[in-house]
């Protein structure tokens, strides 16, 4: 069941993947915030319309990080990202390896200006992206290849139970470590296998399980 994809010169990490509704709820955001963020106006280039790739989906888990908590006001963070795309000369910069530790700070300039951030602010908006950061594996070259999306809490403690990489199960979410994915899970607990017995065929935590429904079910709800 472990279904792992070739590379395809890393193809596969830019491909047309994900819908806008199902990123939607892989990232945890609202379906007309993200429409926002990739539309002709947006943020996050995607390869086609109203479709994500697994690039698209990680800049998205960390653009909510700024956007959630702090409001860092669009434009600035869409400025930021220019001058940031221009010096690393990559075309995701909110994935450029090294804007954990020194780009945070470029996201505080709107309008031409630095916004008046006292400096324990600017400490706490860095710890706060780096949160979200700190989700996405990266490859030994640096770039995102796997994305542990949060469940329950974006807290520093939630559980890394579940992944998703475009070069697993085609992309879909599963338990973490495995190619099981979420959806067949859910479907084998709805059709009265109890966790117990999953556990064991699975050799995983009960844990683990519990967290693949609870991810399905925040997922129709979401639909």
Not at 97 to 108: H, N, P, Q, R, W
Request: aromatic letters at 8%; a neutral charge.
């Amino acid at each position: 069941m472990f279904m792992v994809m070739p590379n395809n010169d890393n193809l596969v990490f830019d491909a047309p993947a994900y819908s806008t509704m199902q990123a939607s709820h892989y990232v945890g955001v609202p379906y007309a915030t993200l429409r926002d963020w990739t539309g002709p106006c947006g943020l996050i280039v995607t390869p086609e319309p109203n479709n994500l790739s697994f690039n698209n989906l990680a800049e998205a888990h960390v653009l909510k990080a700024m956007r959630r908590k702090y409001k860092l006001p669009l434009q600035g963070i869409r400025r930021a990202l220019q001058q940031l795309s221009e010096v690393r000369k990559t075309a995701h910069p909110l994935l450029d390896e090294k804007f954990e530790t020194d780009g945070v700070s470029l996201c505080i300039h709107d309008e031409g200006q630095i916004l008046n951030l006292s400096k324990k602010l600017q400490t706490e908006i860095k710890e706060f992206v780096a949160l979200y950061l700190q989700r996405i594996e990266r490859d030994v070259h640096g770039r995102a290849f796997k994305l542990y999306p949060f469940v329950a809490r974006d807290e520093a403690n939630e559980p890394r139970h579940i992944s998703i990489s475009p070069t697993v199960s085609f992309g879909r979410p599963v338990l973490a470590g495995t190619g099981i994915t979420t959806a067949i899970v859910a479907g084998r607990f709805t059709s009265r296998d109890s966790l117990s017995d999953l556990a064991k065929e699975y050799s995983v935590d009960e844990q683990v399980l519990e967290d693949a429904i609870r991810w399905e079910m925040l997922r129709g709800k979401a639909a």
